[in-house]
């Protein structure tokens, strides 16, 4: 649907349950705001209204959920204009500051009306990108997930089986959970000697390179647990706490299955996959964060911003700072940033650059915030063409091997 710069613009104010839309003509007056019910049937009203007002163009503060995939299949241009965005936009149109659904749809509409050329609309990424975003944060919220509950079974055991924290490598490990199933009191771990428990090893199929005299000799090392009717409280919980673990696991080794084929059948696999420590699950959620709209990021530059690896330079007067971008995409910004952090391990150009950041007496996030910037040149040049990651084409790392030759 073409749109037409004095044509009437609209927006949404949204909200889970109901939303308010507003129409705002081509000078700048409220032609129309209404409720609309977050239903098939409101949904459809509102698209009914927007298309009587002439409206080709929509703002709205989310890039996803219903209403913007109704817009999108209506044909209707769709511009994000955040929320934080918003708090700043109201100081426009009066001083009071105060929240108003109906004053926040207008505010979004006119600012479309006066300042299009400023923003860009949306542009979807691949269902296949999107389906494999989901995928990978939700993978990656069962995992804090189980972070909670591990925490939960340490200060648990901390009083009811202390010789059992760091005995493993990790306690959510199947061998940590096998062993807590077996062995769940005081009372019971007494039962073990170090021959017995090397047997039980050995059925577990424990291959941690330990003897059971190692790991026994480190459980009695450590405080005794504690004995009586609390104990067979904690236990309880303690059970509960292995069973809901070892079903996270189970579930997230469920997801990363399904993420393993998707990034296999998906055209950008190879650009992700092909990254020093790129691995899968870390191939996969930089391309999900990044998606395979091309158009979002003309240049690098727009990518680094987003994924706050761009430093914000704030100038006033005399005063002229350099400090670290808050407003960003967090998630953009953990992916790249856990990839650099990695990569310094597995390339000699991405250790080089960090190591000379920390000669300069920058700090660890600093450091890898650097790197970060420079992957990111890489990468965007990449997935532009649609190309797999060379070391023997990239530049920077020839010089440095050319260096040390």
Not at 58 to 82: K, M, N, Q, W, Y
Not at 160 to 170: D, K, M, Q, S, T
Not at 272 to 280: A, D, H, I, V
Not at 379 to 405: E, K, M, N, S, V
């Amino acid at each position: 649907m073409k749109h037409d710069i004095s044509a009437p613009t609209g927006a949404i104010d949204w909200a889970s349950e109901a939303h308010v839309g507003a129409v705002v003509d081509s000078d700048g007056g409220l032609a129309a705001c209404y409720d609309i019910s977050h239903t098939a049937e409101g949904l459809s009203s509102m698209l009914h209204r927007f298309a009587q007002h002439g409206v080709t163009a929509v703002a709205i503060e989310r890039a996803d959920g219903p209403v913007v995939e109704t817009l999108l299949a209506a044909g209707f241009e769709v511009f994000v204009i955040s929320s934080r965005q918003l708090k700043n936009l109201r100081g426009r149109y009066g001083s009071a500051g105060n929240k108003d659904d109906a004053l926040d749809a207008f505010v979004l509409a006119d600012v479309l009306r006066t300042d299009r050329r400023r923003l860009r609309p949306l542009q979807r990424d691949d269902d296949r990108t999107r389906a494999l975003r989901v995928l990978t944060r939700g993978r990656k919220d069962l995992i804090a997930a189980r972070v909670a509950l591990g925490n939960q079974l340490l200060a648990n055991l901390q009083i009811a089986l202390p010789g059992v924290i760091g005995l493993f490598h990790r306690l959510d490990s199947p061998i940590s959970l096998a062993f807590l199933r077996r062995f769940t009191t005081a009372d019971k771990a007494a039962w073990l000697s170090a021959k017995r428990l090397d047997a039980w090893l050995s059925r577990q199929g424990y291959a941690g390179g330990k003897t059971g005299i190692d790991l026994h000799a480190k459980f009695l090392a450590a405080p005794a647990g504690i004995r009586g009717a609390e104990a067979t409280a904690r236990e309880a919980v303690t059970l509960a706490l292995v069973a809901a673990i070892e079903q996270l696991n189970s579930q997230i080794a469920d997801l990363e299955r399904r993420i393993r084929t998707d990034l296999e059948h998906h055209p950008d696999a190879h650009v992700f996959t092909s990254l020093p420590k790129g691995g899968t699950i870390r191939a996969a959620t930089l391309l999900a964060e990044i998606g395979d709209a091309r158009g979002r990021f003309p240049t690098d530059d727009a990518l680094a911003a987003l994924a706050g690896a761009a430093p914000s330079t704030r100038r006033s007067g005399k005063l002229h700072s350099v400090t670290f971008r808050f407003a960003c995409d967090k998630k953009l910004r953990d992916a790249i940033v856990n990839f650099a952090d990695d990569s310094r391990h597995a390339s000699p150009w991405a250790a080089d650059i960090y190591q000379r950041a920390r000669d300069r007496n920058l700090r660890h996030p600093h450091a890898v915030r650097i790197l970060a910037r420079a992957w990111i040149r890489v990468i965007w040049r990449c997935w532009q063409d649609g190309t797999a990651y060379d070391p023997t084409f990239h530049r920077g790392a020839q010089r440095l091997l050319d260096q040390a030759a």
